[in-house]
């Protein structure tokens, strides 16, 4: 135990962590993405999958608390790692010469941190409430809690169209780095396979970030409406 716990304090243990609890979080963004989509089919088809996973509350607690759990040992560890790659570099580059790094490997720590605050706001206005408590409480036909109206309610404000749309692409950015980057640190690297490796993280951020831009776009042009 002390020495996996020793293992973790060294930098290769924290980057071996952050990379499998960001796969563990890309698994549920996936997820996610495929249960926003079912907005296009309607409302029962949204509210029953709601429904679906509210009707198993120790599954739903277990996998909540789960995704606190690698949410916050991603967060940790990753900003600790973030703190020591610049005590290792205290003078800044005098020139900097980016020849390799793409931008949105240089910014992870920053993408890091704005997509924090998006889940944050984001938790705070549709799964709480808080934020815009209308259409929180309300039921569907069948009894169930519609969160299709909700959603619907939501991208017709501009306001929550533009925070969503921003929180996307930083999303788009950090997941774009992140999920080539994991797979390299878990050792997946191949001379054969790196183009595709390094081709996965751009491809499935795409995958899920036009999912979820199209969920709103949808919404804020009347294409999906209540
Ligand atoms: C346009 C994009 C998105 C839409 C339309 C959306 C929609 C929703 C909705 C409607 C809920 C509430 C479900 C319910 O109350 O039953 C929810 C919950 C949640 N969303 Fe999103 N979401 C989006 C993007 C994201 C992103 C990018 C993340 C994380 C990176 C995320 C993480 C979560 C989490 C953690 C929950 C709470 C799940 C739970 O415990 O019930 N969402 N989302």
Redesign the pocket.
């Known amino acids: 135990m002390i020495r996996f716990f020793g293992y973790i304090l060294t930098s290769l243990g924290s980057k071996v962590l952050v990379a499998l609890s960001g796969l563990g979080?890309t698994a549920?963004?996936v997820f996610?993405t495929l249960g926003?989509l079912q907005v296009f089919q309607g409302p029962e088809a949204l509210n029953a999958y709601?429904a679906f996973?509210?009707e198993m509350p120790m599954a739903?607690w277990t996998?909540?608390l789960g995704?606190l759990g690698i949410v916050a040992v991603h967060v940790g560890l990753g900003y600790r790692l973030a703190v020591q790659n610049r005590r290792a570099r205290p003078v800044g580059y005098a020139v900097h010469e980016y020849r390799r790094a793409s931008w949105a490997s240089r910014t992870m720590a920053l993408t890091g941190s704005l997509?924090v605050l998006?889940?944050v706001f984001?938790?705070l206005h549709?799964?709480a409430g808080w934020v815009d408590p209308s259409f929180s409480d309300r039921l569907d036909p069948r009894g169930n809690?519609d969160?299709f109206a909700?959603?619907v309610h939501a991208f017709q404000n501009p306001l929550f169209v533009m925070i969503?749309l921003v929180?996307?692409v930083v999303?788009g950015l950090h997941l774009s780095h992140a999920l080539s980057s994991s797979l390299q640190t878990l050792g997946m690297e191949h001379p054969m396979l790196d183009r595709l490796f390094r081709g996965v993280g751009p491809l499935v951020a795409l995958l899920v970030v036009v999912g979820?831009?199209a969920?709103?776009l949808a919404v804020a042009f009347g294409v999906v409406h209540a």
Do not use: C, D, E
């Open positions: 979080l549920f963004v996610h926003n709601a996973l509210r739903l996998a909540r995704l997509l998006f889940i984001h938790l549709l799964t809690r969160v909700k959603v969503y929180g996307q999303l979820n831009v969920v709103v």
